[in-house]
């Protein structure tokens, strides 16, 4: 060979391209070429099995659509594009590829050749896991950037592990499953709306609009417009086009119909026939049309007692009751009140310029001390409150002493029970060590040490007591 041609650009060029097809070739699970017309031109050998070919006169000169169904290489010979990896199915399995344009001397595009990497994804499994992860995530910022009725919460956004709400979830996760119509019950502030969200992210109608509608808001002059539509006209000052109302809206999704026991009662009938048949009649028309909605209905108050007092139908009543999800109050959840802090506070700092926020031990027993009528509703109030007024983030005690509602009853929080109950000595006995924790730990803003010297006991031992409790100690504690 001679010296020149070893330093000659396009020897050099000619040889790395030869070499990379000999390395390739050997390397690879298989490989197939095509020409501009997109018939097959070569395969090799170890290509055959999973084409399910015995010899490769068998392909060539076949369009190579013949040989791998929905191949993309004819795409890449028309338009000289590559498609360096990509995820093919042939055959029942997955093969990770690569394709190629193949170019003349001059640069022009006469065919394409592709490589089978990988026969098998075991390698790339956590790679994939990552990627469809993202495919979701993205489907579902399109969605919400998209339709301005897209439910944003999920179950993940629904904290807590104590009993209550563990047990909401199961329900909520099984109710996901199916269209059955929900109710969920509950004080105000419980997170009745987020649940319904989440119910309707996790069901097979996650892509369609998810509605919500306060019926306490809507007048009851407006509220059978709001609900079922108006006709072109259908009254004075009716809009010429007509209207469509919440059903409508929602069809195939979901209509989250919050506060419905304060329903008028003509209009509880036509919901019923709704629910029944999943047929609407929009007001001043004559021609019912059909829609596909699941329904979650949300009270926090006793509807069987307004059935009782006339003012709600116990057939509408027995309707909704399908599947009945109790949310707890968050006085009965304070075993979660550090994990429901944590994730309040990171979604108000989402929301705004605040600074870094942190909870510190004395906090969440201050906060444990209160009653919260208003529940999380509130508690995401008191807390985004207390970041208003800090500057530097870090929230104690005393934060929330001076901003809890004056007058209310601030006090150590104990599990309800019906008058009369007996508790059991040991139960009782690990209600007071845990109370008595808290109020070292509020008495001493957070301190451990000095906690620990209140009631006489080591450092060591008050840890081991925290960790028992499951109470938080945070870094302004040490």
Not at 47 to 62: C, D, F, N, Q, V
Not at 235 to 243: E, I, N, P, S
Not at 405 to 420: K, N
């Amino acid at each position: 060979m001679p010296a020149s041609s070893i330093s000659d650009p396009a020897y050099l060029r000619a040889r790395a391209m030869e070499t990379l097809f000999e390395r390739l070739e050997k390397l690879c699970e298989g490989a197939i070429a095509i020409d501009r017309g997109g018939r097959v031109v070569y395969v090799n050998e170890k290509y055959l099995t999973a084409l399910g070919l015995k010899r490769t006169s068998e392909a060539i000169g076949r369009p190579i659509e013949e040989v791998i169904p929905n191949s993309l290489m004819r795409k890449v010979a028309e338009t000289g594009e590559p498609i360096l990896l990509d995820i093919m199915e042939l055959g029942g399995e997955q093969l990770v590829v690569t394709r190629m344009p193949i170019e003349d001397e001059n640069g022009k595009v006469i065919g394409a050749i592709g490589f089978v990497l990988y026969d098998h994804l075991e390698s790339l499994k956590p790679l994939l896991a990552r990627v469809a992860q993202l495919e979701s995530d993205l489907r579902l910022a399109r969605r919400q950037l998209s339709n301005a009725r897209a439910a944003r919460f999920t179950f993940a956004d629904f904290v807590g592990t104590t009993p209550a709400i563990a047990q909401a979830k199961e329900l909520a996760s099984r109710a996901a499953r199916q269209s059955v119509t929900v109710l969920l019950t509950g004080e105000t502030g419980t997170g009745k709306e987020m649940l319904a969200q989440a119910i309707h992210n996790a069901s097979s109608r996650a892509e369609k609009p998810f509605v919500s509608v306060n019926v306490a808001a809507i007048p009851d002059t407006l509220i059978e417009s709001e609900f079922f539509g108006t006709a072109p006209g259908a009254y004075t000052g009716a809009d010429r086009r007509g209207r469509e109302g919440k059903f409508r809206i929602a069809d195939g999704g979901t209509l989250f119909l919050d506060e419905i026991g304060e329903m008028p009662l003509q209009l509880q009938a036509k919901l019923l026939r709704v629910l029944q048949e999943r047929e609407i009649e929009p007001l001043g028309s004559d021609k019912i049309s059909r829609v596909d909605v699941r329904v979650v209905a949300a009270t926090n108050v006793d509807l069987r007692k307004r059935v009782s007092e006339g003012t709600f139908r116990p057939d509408l009543y027995y309707r909704l009751n399908v599947l009945s999800i109790d949310l707890p109050p968050l006085r009965r959840c304070l075993d979660d009140l550090p994990d429901i802090c944590t994730r309040l506070l990171e979604d108000i700092s989402a929301s705004g310029d605040y600074v870094s926020a942190r909870i510190t031990p004395s906090a969440l027993a201050a906060l444990a001390r209160y009653d919260w009528p208003g529940n999380v509703r509130e508690l995401r109030n008191i807390l985004e409150r207390a970041l208003i007024l800090s500057d530097s983030g870090r929230l104690t005690g005393e934060d929330f002493v001076r901003i809890l509602p004056v007058g209310a009853e601030v006090r150590l929080a104990a599990p309800e029970r019906p008058a009369g109950t007996v508790v059991p000595y040991a139960e009782a006995e690990a209600e007071f060590e845990k109370h008595t924790l808290e109020r070292a730990l509020a008495a001493s803003n957070g301190q451990i040490s000095e906690a620990a010297r209140m009631l006489q006991i080591s450092r060591a031992t008050f840890y081991k007591k925290l960790a028992k409790f499951g109470l938080a100690a945070g870094p302004a504690s040490v």
